[in-house]
């Protein structure tokens, strides 16, 4: 293979804009730290987008924290140089960071950015592969020892399809469903229509659109409002053709009320990238459910993400240098 074709393979960074970052928000320009410990391409990124990298110190403007679990470390950081006004996070979820962004709800400083909407191609890619695997029971054949003689199986062409859930993996799950000729209702926060979807509803009207899905793929952000999203009254409401894909966080379906779904067969399936607990246990009625595809949160590989965050940290740092064009600004008051 040429070095040319080699290139052109892999994710297309997704860049989707953020609001305009307030004045009040706006950070310094200034030199970029990286936290807890550094990384060759994210240094690489750092300079690309005109930044100085440097050490942690009273100069230091931006932190790129490339760590989801230092997270009290990154609390002590911020605390001892307030300097510090804007942080890059690695995740596109960051839920796990919430004791953080309580700190700092109402101080105007620093300003978060995310991952999210950067992983977006090979999570939906992850998302397609699991509905398909869950419609052509292919949970039920892996496990096969001898040759079935009952046929089964669902076409996702045509089907009814409830993605929960509009940011970068929603809107790119889309993109993707579009040559099945699918419907399309995407369930969210606001009424504004969403290009590609046949329909938008509000998140209080997820129990009016499930009874007619055929497939339900979430892949919404995880808060207070959006805990247990997901638990017996909406999996009694689904036809038992219907199968669930969740590629966003554990906690949005309670996973009681999901086992005894399946154990009913209220459902047809579901396929997980993400479990509550996490990592799931070994034992859990989830591995033997003949109706369950469980993948260990791998929807995007560390050699997936590479170059998607690199380049996210390339346009954020050239916007801190320069535009402030900052894309996945997040609300700390929020947690998204």
Same mark, same amino acid.
């Given at each position: 293979?040429?070095?040319?074709?080699?290139?052109?393979?892999?994710?297309?960074?997704?860049?989707?804009?953020?609001?305009?970052?307030?004045?009040?928000?706006?950070?310094?320009?200034?030199?970029?730290?990286?936290?807890?410990?550094?990384?060759?391409?994210?240094?690489?990124?750092?300079?690309?987008?005109?930044?100085?990298?440097?050490?942690?110190?009273?100069?230091?403007?931006?932190?790129?924290?490339?760590?989801?679990?230092?997270?009290?470390?990154?609390?002590?950081?911020?605390?001892?140089?307030?300097?510090?006004?804007?942080?890059?996070?690695?995740?596109?979820?960051?839920?796990?960071?919430?004791?953080?962004?309580?700190?700092?709800?109402?101080?105007?400083?620093?300003?978060?950015?995310?991952?999210?909407?950067?992983?977006?191609?090979?999570?939906?890619?992850?998302?397609? +592969? =699991?509905?398909? &695997? /869950?419609?052509?029971?292919?949970?039920?054949?892996?496990?096969?020892?001898?040759?079935?003689? #009952? @046929?089964?199986?669902?076409?996702?062409?045509?089907?009814?399809?409830?993605?929960?859930?509009?940011?970068?993996?929603?809107?790119?799950?889309?993109?993707?469903?579009?040559?099945?000729?699918?419907?399309?209702?995407?369930?969210?926060?606001?009424?504004?229509?969403?290009?590609?979807?046949?329909?938008?509803?509000?998140?209080?009207?997820?129990?009016?659109?499930?009874?007619?899905?055929?497939?339900?793929?979430?892949?919404?952000?995880?808060?207070?409002?959006?805990?247990?999203?997901?638990?017996?009254?909406?999996?009694?409401?689904?036809?038992?053709?219907?199968?669930?894909?969740?590629?966003?966080?554990?906690?949005?379906?309670?996973?009681? +009320? =999901?086992?005894? &779904? /399946?154990?009913?067969?209220?459902?047809?399936?579901?396929?997980?990238?993400?479990?509550?607990? #996490? @990592?799931?246990?070994?034992?859990?009625?989830?591995?033997?459910?003949?109706?369950?595809?469980?993948?260990?949160?791998?929807?995007?590989?560390?050699?997936?993400?590479?170059?998607?965050?690199?380049?996210?940290?390339?346009?954020?740092?050239?916007?801190?240098?320069?535009?402030?064009?900052?894309?996945?600004?997040?609300?700390?008051?929020?947690?998204?």
């Amino acid at each position: 293979m040429s070095d040319t074709a080699s290139a052109a393979r892999g994710h297309r960074p997704v860049l989707t804009p953020s609001p305009v970052v307030a004045a009040e928000h706006r950070p310094s320009p200034g030199p970029v730290a990286v936290g807890p410990e550094s990384a060759d391409h994210i240094v690489e990124a750092i300079e690309a987008g005109g930044g100085t990298v440097s050490g942690i110190d009273d100069d230091t403007r931006g932190l790129v924290w490339l760590s989801h679990k230092a997270i009290d470390e990154l609390d002590e950081v911020l605390t001892k140089h307030p300097s510090i006004e804007w942080v890059q996070l690695p995740m596109a979820g960051v839920d796990m960071f919430a004791p953080i962004f309580a700190k700092y709800a109402d101080k105007p400083k620093p300003l978060w950015t995310s991952a999210k909407g950067a992983y977006s191609e090979p999570v939906a890619e992850h998302a397609v +592969a =699991l509905t398909l &695997a /869950l419609l052509r029971v292919f949970p039920k054949r892996v496990r096969a020892t001898s040759w079935a003689t #009952e @046929p089964e199986g669902i076409s996702l062409y045509g089907a009814n399809v409830v993605v929960v859930g509009a940011g970068g993996i929603g809107l790119e799950v889309l993109r993707l469903l579009a040559p099945f000729d699918v419907s399309i209702t995407v369930v969210r926060r606001s009424t504004e229509p969403v290009p590609g979807a046949a329909r938008t509803v509000a998140s209080s009207s997820l129990a009016d659109v499930l009874p007619d899905a055929d497939v339900v793929i979430v892949a919404a952000a995880m808060t207070d409002d959006t805990s247990k999203m997901f638990g017996a009254h909406e999996f009694e409401i689904m036809k038992p053709t219907a199968v669930l894909v969740n590629i966003a966080r554990g906690g949005l379906v309670d996973t009681d +009320a =999901l086992v005894d &779904a /399946l154990a009913a067969k209220g459902i047809w399936g579901a396929g997980l990238d993400v479990t509550s607990p #996490e @990592p799931l246990p070994d034992g859990h009625p989830l591995w033997s459910e003949p109706r369950a595809l469980i993948t260990p949160h791998q929807a995007d590989t560390p050699d997936m993400v590479a170059p998607l965050l690199a380049e996210r940290i390339r346009h954020n740092v050239a916007a801190l240098g320069g535009d402030g064009e900052f894309i996945g600004v997040v609300d700390p008051a929020q947690g998204y």
